[in-house]
């Protein structure tokens, strides 16, 4: 990936957003540089959307402040939505129309100038693999193509910044990975991208990561440095059962935090001396195999799981 660098592109300071009595965003700052792939993470209802949607012109915050490409988001909202590209895990894109009607009206929508439209439709067509299929239905595209073609069209005017919510929700792990490598192609060209997801695999191509958790900002940092953050010692357990295991352990006094990881148990521990014995104690007592238990690095997840847990908890519901 492309090192970020430069004036910030978006700046946030101490954005607030209320709806009733419920607090959706919570007093969050943060700068993102230039041609940098900055990425959210956080669990539901963490207030990703809803702090994307203040910097993107489409929802004003009840205080707080902040600019996209050195406009006002409280004043400009309007001249801040021509200057971005923004695309949403619904993608955005008309069912009914082809696919070249739904290139022209984007390109339309976002005053591509009429010399540059055929241009930018080849473009698109190409980057969402289409060549040929320019007169297909949008709604008989598999979710992989779709998903690129809502890419092209988000970034039809050539935006410096490109804002990604949750895009490649429910798409398949190789069309995932086919997306980062646009999203990889935008960044060399300059392309500042601010892109929220749940995927860990995706979250560790981000130069950096911002934690949200029930409205605040609860980390920011590189993925390396997030994972370097997590000083207790994690191990993981292989056993039959792992949701067993995991509710048999968690009150093991030497443990700070057990949880699922894939078909294994990765367990943080206080101090490791004395708590393999405890673990497999707990394990006999209960009727649970233990074959293996190692220490190891942490993941991602890992530190996501620590972090959120450290902050109360995912918001239920």
Same mark, same amino acid.
């Given at each position: 990936?492309?090192?970020?660098?430069?004036?910030?592109?978006?700046?946030?300071?101490?954005?607030?957003?209320?709806?009733?009595?419920?607090?959706?965003?919570?007093?969050?700052?943060?700068?993102?540089?230039?041609?940098?792939?900055?990425?959210?993470?956080?669990?539901?209802?963490?207030?990703?959307?809803?702090?994307?949607?203040?910097?993107?012109?489409?929802?004003?915050?009840?205080?707080?402040?902040?600019?996209?490409?050195?406009?006002?988001? &409280? *004043?400009?909202? $309007?001249? #801040?939505?021509?200057?971005? !590209?923004?695309? /949403?895990?619904?993608?955005?894109?008309? %069912?009914? &129309? *082809?696919?070249? $009607?739904? #290139?022209?009206?984007?390109? !339309?929508?976002? /005053?591509?100038?009429?010399?540059?439209? %055929?241009?930018?439709?080849?473009?698109?067509?190409?980057?969402?693999?289409?060549?040929?299929?320019?007169?297909?239905?949008?709604?008989?595209?598999?979710?992989?193509?779709?998903?690129?073609?809502?890419?092209?069209?988000?970034?039809?005017?050539?935006?410096?910044?490109?804002?990604?919510?949750?895009?490649?929700?429910?798409?398949?792990?190789?069309?995932?990975?086919?997306?980062?490598?646009?999203?990889?192609?935008?960044?060399?060209?300059?392309?500042?991208?601010?892109?929220?997801?749940?995927?860990?695999?995706?979250?560790?191509?981000?130069?950096?990561?911002?934690?949200?958790?029930?409205?605040?900002?609860?980390?920011?940092?590189?993925?390396?440095?997030?994972?370097?953050?997590?000083?207790?010692?994690?191990?993981?357990?292989?056993?039959?059962?792992?949701?067993?295991?995991?509710?048999?352990?968690?009150?093991?006094?030497?443990?700070?935090?057990?949880?699922?990881?894939?078909?294994?148990?990765?367990?943080?521990?206080?101090?490791?001396?004395?708590?393999?014995?405890?673990?497999?104690?707990?394990?006999?007592?209960?009727?649970?195999?233990?074959?293996?238990?190692?220490?190891?690095?942490?993941?991602?997840?890992?530190?996501?799981?620590?972090?959120?847990?450290?902050?109360?908890?995912?918001?239920?519901?």
């Amino acid at each position: 990936m492309t090192e970020p660098g430069g004036a910030p592109a978006v700046v946030a300071s101490r954005l607030r957003r209320v709806f009733g009595d419920f607090v959706a965003v919570d007093n969050v700052s943060f700068e993102v540089g230039e041609g940098e792939i900055f990425g959210f993470l956080g669990p539901n209802g963490a207030g990703k959307t809803t702090t994307i949607k203040m910097l993107a012109g489409l929802l004003l915050p009840s205080s707080g402040s902040g600019s996209v490409a050195g406009l006002d988001i &409280l *004043t400009q909202s $309007e001249a #801040i939505k021509r200057r971005i !590209g923004y695309m /949403s895990q619904l993608f955005s894109l008309y %069912a009914d &129309l *082809t696919v070249d $009607e739904n #290139i022209a009206f984007f390109a !339309g929508l976002y /005053s591509v100038p009429h010399e540059r439209r %055929a241009a930018r439709r080849d473009w698109a067509l190409q980057t969402a693999g289409l060549a040929e299929q320019g007169k297909r239905l949008t709604g008989e595209l598999p979710l992989g193509l779709k998903q690129r073609l809502a890419l092209g069209c988000a970034v039809l005017h050539e935006p410096k910044i490109l804002f990604l919510d949750e895009p490649t929700s429910g798409v398949d792990p190789l069309s995932r990975r086919r997306f980062w490598d646009l999203i990889d192609a935008l960044t060399q060209q300059g392309t500042t991208v601010f892109v929220s997801t749940h995927y860990m695999e995706e979250a560790e191509y981000c130069h950096r990561l911002a934690l949200m958790n029930r409205g605040k900002l609860i980390a920011l940092d590189t993925p390396a440095r997030l994972r370097a953050g997590m000083t207790d010692p994690l191990f993981d357990l292989q056993t039959d059962d792992g949701p067993r295991a995991v509710a048999a352990l968690q009150d093991l006094p030497a443990v700070v935090e057990t949880a699922m990881f894939g078909r294994s148990v990765h367990i943080a521990l206080r101090e490791p001396g004395g708590a393999r014995e405890a673990i497999a104690a707990r394990l006999a007592e209960r009727g649970l195999a233990l074959h293996a238990l190692n220490q190891i690095s942490p993941s991602l997840e890992d530190a996501f799981v620590a972090l959120v847990r450290a902050a109360g908890g995912a918001p239920v519901g």
